[in-house]
């Protein structure tokens, strides 16, 4: 999909024109300090037109989806939306904030996953994105921090070595081929 | 009274403690659980924020299945898959085209017609009344702060489940069973959610200040209806006291932990010794 405000709205099952900028989705955002742009101001792209600028800003990967913005908004304009719109369409159009990467990788690498065993399979999905965060930005910190936590989820019976899989992949894999005709597999996968 | 049971992956992984708790409980209650057959998941954060059809699709495919067995209603103890289930529903009940759109791609006909509830709304429908009957342990030493997150009660407009700013459900159960709940100011704000692995930092900070305000308030404890917030309020609380220096020591228990535990359960049988911060009890 081209990234157009037509796009955006029609994903975010919104009108960007209702908002008149009151910030009032901004003030409730509990990751507004940490945005490299507020959310009413992602809005006020996408309102001008610039939404290949709105692509481009880090805000869209921090967000957090809470939906605060949008329960709050006196116009009940779909910021929670907008920000999902952005980010399809950064993917689909393959564009990446560059210091947020991991979460582009993390929410990719979790789909995959689902593709291949219709059930989220947790440490296939540690090791997927340890691995390919780490061939991203090589930080040997990253890749180790958190391999303390596995004995303490083995105490708990927490760790499945290996997990469950759906009788039914066939139809999983095609659900997803189905949605994503305009994404590449490739581009999905990577 | 039977319903249909949706776990989704996190009660089926490391959150399989929850799942104990949500069995045991809903079981002395005599709730029969039927698990959906074969379900898949709902596609959580990463299916809404890469592609919105898959968003729906993949919920869809679980409806499908539910309608196909015969259940109209199904507990999904998740908020991140019910509120899911419950947007894909309407979005393909209220829609003909989406609708027919669903069905092919799920393979299965499916019109949107299960009622999707959260474990808070199973017990509401037990009932209050016959739950405050059961209690044989009342829960006099629990001083509560009931922490609903996000998805529990947003989007309002499609999970018209309590008050979106002000929720008090959790509380009134809490009450029911001869617990406190404490007033609070961060009910609703949110926890960092499915952050945990690729922007822990901000998963400690919102994390740090929910549990400092219940502290604040007087609670020994934090109850939560949800996979995530446990996971980041229980699991990751050695690390936020590690970044801010702070000894927070703060139970957290999933609200059937508290059910069970009134209904005389024990703690092993609930899973409340496989929480990280251990009990005090």
């Not at chain 2, 006909?109 to 808070?120: S, Y």
Request: charged share 25%; net charge negative.
């Amino acid at each position: 999909m081209k990234p157009t405000v037509e796009a955006v709205e029609e994903l975010a099952h919104t009108d960007v024109g209702d908002c008149y900028q009151c910030g009032k989705c901004s003030a409730g955002c509990p990751v507004a300090d940490r945005m490299d742009i507020l959310p009413n101001q992602i809005v006020r792209l996408v309102q001008m037109g610039l939404v290949d600028k709105a692509m481009r800003k880090e805000a869209i990967w921090l967000c957090v989806s809470c939906q605060t913005c949008a329960t709050r908004c006196p116009k009940s304009v779909n910021c929670t939306g907008v920000m999902d719109a952005l980010r399809q369409l950064s993917i689909e159009n393959a564009i990446e904030a560059p210091a947020i990467r991991r979460t582009v990788v993390f929410q990719k690498a979790f789909l995959n996953n689902i593709r291949r065993n219709g059930r989220l399979n947790e440490l296939e999905l540690v090791g997927v994105f340890k691995t390919m965060a780490f061939l991203k930005d090589i930080s040997v910190p990253f890749l180790f921090k958190d391999s303390l936590l596995a004995p303490k989820m083995m105490r708990r019976h927490k760790f499945h070595l290996v997990g469950e899989k759906v009788r039914d992949r066939g139809v999983v894999d095609r659900i997803f081929a189905r949605c994503l005709a305009e994404l590449s597999e490739v581009e999905a996968v990577r | 009274m039977q319903i249909g049971y949706y776990p989704g992956c996190a009660l089926h992984g490391s959150s399989n403690d929850y799942e104990m708790s949500v069995r045991a409980c809903l079981d002395r209650l005599g709730v029969e659980l039927r698990e959906l057959d074969d379900w898949t998941c709902c596609g959580a954060t990463a299916a809404h924020s890469i592609n919105e059809k898959l968003a729906t699709a993949l919920p869809a495919r679980n409806l499908a299945i539910a309608e196909r067995d015969g259940l109209d209603r199904m507990l999904a103890p998740c908020p991140m898959c019910s509120m899911e289930l419950i947007k894909a529903g309407q979005a393909i009940g209220n829609d003909a085209c989406v609708r027919k759109e669903m069905s092919e791609i799920v393979e299965l006909e499916v019109t949107g017609r299960t009622q999707v509830l959260n474990l808070i709304q199973v017990f509401q429908q037990v009932g209050v009344e016959r739950l405050k009957e059961a209690v044989v342990r009342p829960l006099t030493e629990i001083k509560a702060a009931c922490y609903y997150g996000c998805l529990l009660v947003r989007p309002p407009e499609a999970l018209r489940f309590d008050d979106c700013e002000q929720p008090t459900s959790m509380e009134t159960i809490v009450e029911a069973l001869g617990g406190t709940a404490v007033d609070w100011n961060y009910k609703t704000e949110c926890c960092g959610a499915g952050m945990t692995m690729c922007n822990e930092d901000t998963v400690l900070e919102l994390s740090h200040r929910i549990l400092s305000n219940a502290a604040a308030h007087g609670a020994n404890c934090v109850v939560v209806a949800c996979p995530m917030c446990h996971v980041n309020l229980d699991m990751k609380q050695a690390d936020i006291d590690r970044r801010y220096g702070v000894r927070h020591e703060t139970m957290v228990y999933y609200l059937s932990d508290l059910v069970g535990l009134a209904l005389g359960i024990d703690e092993g049988a609930l899973g409340i010794d496989r929480h990280y911060v251990a009990t005090k009890r």
